[in-house]
Structures are given as structure tokens and as C-alpha cells.
């Protein structure tokens, strides 16, 4: 599309009135699997619902870097609880691998994802209360707190053996920051850049040179140095409503947006991201529960590739909507299409089809 000929507007639907209020609602989560005592959809009441990469200590050793030192995160949510001790394993033989080739590179610091840095509730205690001689160790021992998990395990520091830490951040240090994903990272990037950052008492700001895998927050251009430039979306959906005159906004309570549908008489669309609630289980090559050596049931926290439901009526829904039988492997880039459908409009010839059509007897 040229930019000379490229408009905002949107043809009129030939037969879907404009003027109603479309809710699009977004579980988290949220798959189709067969009902058993695993699937948390199927049996809660109320359902509701990222290796560190070798690439770049291998790019800094060999770009000359001596001084290596990587602060870890575990996660247990995404991948599987209990499997920090074998990615900490796998990461220490690889650091290894880099002293034996005259590089000091070890792992100082570290701790789950929900107590330390990585996520999005600026909770982060800014000091690490326990110390130990190797991450291995550490991870190990922590994990025997009871209740104690890979998303909440307590943050801790590597010493050496006259107690001090091996790795502290210290002005004239080059700081990057692996993930890639923005929401998850904002909050420690801040820490990081931020001269007035007031979260928690950081006691020194030392002057570092720091980046960021990707820039996690395009209007506040945080970080300002980063690793790879950030995809360029444009023409989204959004966009094009905004454009033709419909107000859009975020609400995380669905049950309240559904509510409300029902006042205006509405529409609803209701899907989901990905799966996970479907099937909370690990499950072996014969696609029964798998164990721990503990003989317990491994939970599984990372996303299912089972299909997502998606729901779609209100009392505003215009008779003879269904959905089309010709798009058998309709997913999430379909929704876009189909609300802009609802809304009165026809969608821009290069989207993805969209998953209704409308019937008339």
C-alpha cells in the first residue's frame, strides 16, 4: 500500500449496524483440553486465570570482555518449578568453560522472579539477606524453605571466601539486561537509569553503562541504549477504531465488563492468550501426571499449545451473526477483524479474515 493512497477510514459494514459497544475480553491462560481433576477450568468454581542465551556471554568474551558477571533469575512459572537447579548447572558449566579460557566470569547474585527484579509490582527489596559460595548452593538450599518455589525464592548474594561479594555493580560497569520482554522489566530498567528512582533504597547509584535487550518503554525511551531496536507495529486495529470515531479503554475486571454489556446492550468477545489452566500437570510419553523423584506430581506453569475458546453475543448482537465455516484455522489474528466487524466496519483488506459472517433467512 502506497502512502499516497493510504487512509484511515473504513468501509461501513454491509450489514452490521455501527454504534455498539464492543468489550473484548482476554483470559489469560485460558485453553480447551478434555475435563479431568488437572484441568483447573473444568473443576474451580470460579476460574480466573522466559535461558539465560550463551550467545552473549559468548559475544563479550570474545569482544574482549575479562569480567563477567551474571545476576540470575528463576522463574518456575513459565518453565517448570524445580528446574532452576538444572539451568543454574548448565549456566555454571558454561561460565567455567569461559575461566578456563582466562575469563572471570561467575554468577553474583540472584532470586526469584516475584521477590527481586523481574516483574511488574514494584515489590523489589533492593538487598539480598542471604549469602552463599556458589548459585548451585543456593538454589539447592533455598528451595528447602517450606513453601519456597522458583517464582518467590529468596534473593541471595555469592561471596567469596572472606564474605564478600564477587560481583557488586560498580561505576565503570557495563549492565544488560537479558529479557526481551517490556512489561517485566520497566520497573528494574528504572533502577538502572534513574537518578531519582525512589522504589526502593538502591543505598549507591553507581555510574554504569547500561542496556537493555530491547527498549521496554517506547514513550519514556527506556532504556535509552539497547541491544535490538524495537518491532515496528503500525496499522493496528486500535489505530483504526480510534480513527473511525470509536473509544477505546483497558478494564482487567471481566466479570464487570460483562456486567456492564449488559446494561448498554452490548457485545461481547470473549478469548484467550494461550493455554495453561487447562492442564496443570507435566505429563510423560504416555500422557500420564508425571513425578518428581519425590513421587509428587510435577505442576506445570508454562503455556499449553491447546486451542483458546472465544465467545461471542450480547444483547447487542445483530440476528443472524455466526461464525464462518471456511476459516478452520482461525486464532487470535482473527479477533481483530472480527471486532472491527461489530463495530460497524468492514476490516482492511490485507488483515486476517475475520470469524463471522452474517446469515439472513
Same mark, same amino acid.
Request: glycine share 10%; hydrophobic share 40%.
Given at each position: 500500500?502506497?502512502?499516497?493512497?493510504?487512509?484511515? +477510514? /473504513?468501509?461501513?459494514? *454491509? =450489514?452490521?449496524?455501527?454504534?455498539?459497544?464492543?468489550?473484548? $475480553?482476554?483470559? %489469560?491462560?485460558? #485453553?480447551?483440553?478434555?475435563?479431568?481433576?488437572?484441568?483447573?477450568?473444568?473443576?474451580?468454581?470460579?476460574?480466573?486465570?522466559?535461558?539465560?542465551?550463551?550467545?552473549?556471554?559468548?559475544?563479550?568474551?570474545?569482544?574482549?570482555?575479562?569480567?563477567?558477571?551474571?545476576?540470575?533469575?528463576?522463574?518456575?512459572?513459565?518453565?517448570?518449578?524445580?528446574?532452576?537447579?538444572?539451568?543454574?548447572?548448565?549456566?555454571?558449566?558454561?561460565?567455567?568453560?569461559?575461566?578456563?579460557?582466562?575469563?572471570?566470569?561467575?554468577?553474583?547474585?540472584?532470586?526469584?522472579?516475584?521477590?527481586?527484579?523481574?516483574?511488574?509490582?514494584?515489590?523489589?527489596?533492593?538487598?539480598?539477606?542471604?549469602?552463599?559460595?556458589?548459585?548451585?548452593?543456593?538454589?539447592? +538450599? /533455598?528451595?528447602?524453605? *517450606? =513453601?519456597?518455589?522458583?517464582?518467590?525464592?529468596?534473593?541471595? $548474594?555469592?561471596? %567469596?571466601?572472606? #564474605?564478600?561479594?564477587?560481583?557488586?555493580?560498580?561505576?565503570?560497569?557495563?549492565?544488560?539486561?537479558?529479557?526481551?520482554?517490556?512489561?517485566?522489566?520497566?520497573?528494574?530498567?528504572?533502577?538502572?537509569?534513574?537518578?531519582?528512582?525512589?522504589?526502593?533504597?538502591?543505598?549507591?547509584?553507581?555510574?554504569?553503562?547500561?542496556?537493555?535487550?530491547?527498549?521496554?518503554?517506547?514513550?519514556?525511551?527506556?532504556?535509552?541504549?539497547?541491544?535490538?531496536?524495537?518491532?515496528?507495529?503500525?496499522?493496528?486495529?486500535?489505530?483504526?477504531?480510534?480513527?473511525?470515531?470509536?473509544?477505546?479503554?483497558?478494564?482487567?475486571?471481566?466479570?464487570?465488563?460483562?456486567?456492564?454489556?449488559?446494561?448498554?446492550?452490548?457485545?461481547?468477545?470473549?478469548?484467550?492468550?494461550?493455554?495453561?489452566?487447562?492442564?496443570?500437570?507435566?505429563?510423560?510419553?504416555?500422557?500420564?501426571?508425571?513425578? %518428581?523423584?519425590? #513421587?509428587?506430581?510435577?505442576?506445570?506453569?508454562?503455556?499449553?499449545?491447546?486451542?483458546?475458546?472465544?465467545?461471542?453475543?450480547?444483547?447487542?448482537?445483530?440476528?443472524?451473526?455466526?461464525?464462518?465455516?471456511?476459516?478452520?484455522?482461525?486464532?487470535?489474528?482473527?479477533?481483530?477483524?472480527?471486532?472491527?466487524?461489530?463495530?460497524?466496519?468492514?476490516?482492511?483488506?490485507?488483515?486476517?479474515?475475520?470469524?463471522?459472517?452474517?446469515?439472513?433467512?
Amino acid at each position: 500500500m502506497g502512502s499516497s493512497d493510504f487512509s484511515w +477510514k /473504513l468501509a461501513d459494514h *454491509p =450489514k452490521l449496524p455501527k454504534g455498539k459497544t464492543v468489550a473484548v $475480553v482476554v483470559l %489469560d491462560g485460558w #485453553g480447551e483440553a478434555n475435563p479431568d481433576q488437572y484441568n483447573c477450568i473444568h473443576v474451580a468454581e470460579t476460574p480466573t486465570m522466559d535461558s539465560l542465551k550463551k550467545l552473549l556471554l559468548k559475544g563479550c568474551s570474545e569482544n574482549g570482555a575479562k569480567r563477567i558477571r551474571v545476576h540470575i533469575l528463576t522463574d518456575g512459572r513459565d518453565v517448570l518449578d524445580g528446574s532452576s537447579v538444572g539451568f543454574v548447572e548448565t549456566l555454571e558449566n558454561d561460565l567455567a568453560k569461559l575461566r578456563e579460557k582466562g575469563i572471570d566470569a561467575q554468577i553474583a547474585s540472584g532470586g526469584g522472579r516475584m521477590y527481586v527484579t523481574m516483574d511488574r509490582y514494584e515489590v523489589f527489596l533492593g538487598e539480598a539477606p542471604h549469602k552463599f559460595r556458589s548459585a548451585v548452593e543456593a538454589v539447592k +538450599k /533455598l528451595r528447602e524453605e *517450606p =513453601k519456597a518455589n522458583d517464582q518467590y525464592l529468596p534473593p541471595f $548474594v555469592i561471596v %567469596d571466601e572472606s #564474605g564478600k561479594a564477587v560481583g557488586p555493580v560498580v561505576d565503570g560497569d557495563a549492565v544488560v539486561t537479558l529479557n526481551f520482554r517490556a512489561d517485566r522489566m520497566v520497573m528494574i530498567a528504572k533502577a538502572l537509569e534513574y537518578a531519582d528512582f525512589d522504589k526502593f533504597d538502591r543505598v549507591r547509584f553507581p555510574k554504569i553503562r547500561y542496556a537493555g535487550m530491547l527498549q521496554y518503554d517506547g514513550e519514556l525511551k527506556l532504556p535509552s541504549h539497547y541491544l535490538v531496536s524495537p518491532p515496528e507495529i503500525d496499522r493496528t486495529s486500535g489505530e483504526y477504531l480510534v480513527h473511525n470515531g470509536i473509544r477505546t479503554f483497558a478494564c482487567r475486571y471481566s466479570s464487570i465488563i460483562l456486567d456492564a454489556i449488559e446494561q448498554v446492550g452490548g457485545i461481547y468477545v470473549v478469548t484467550a492468550d494461550h493455554g495453561n489452566a487447562e492442564d496443570m500437570v507435566k505429563r510423560n510419553k504416555t500422557g500420564q501426571p508425571q513425578l %518428581d523423584k519425590a #513421587g509428587k506430581i510435577q505442576i506445570l506453569t508454562s503455556h499449553t499449545l491447546q486451542p483458546v475458546p472465544v465467545a461471542i453475543g450480547g444483547p447487542g448482537l445483530a440476528s443472524g451473526v455466526r461464525f464462518r465455516n471456511d476459516v478452520p484455522d482461525g486464532g487470535l489474528a482473527n479477533v481483530a477483524a472480527t471486532v472491527m466487524n461489530l463495530h460497524g466496519f468492514e476490516a482492511p483488506t490485507d488483515y486476517k479474515p475475520t470469524l463471522v459472517e452474517v446469515v439472513h433467512n
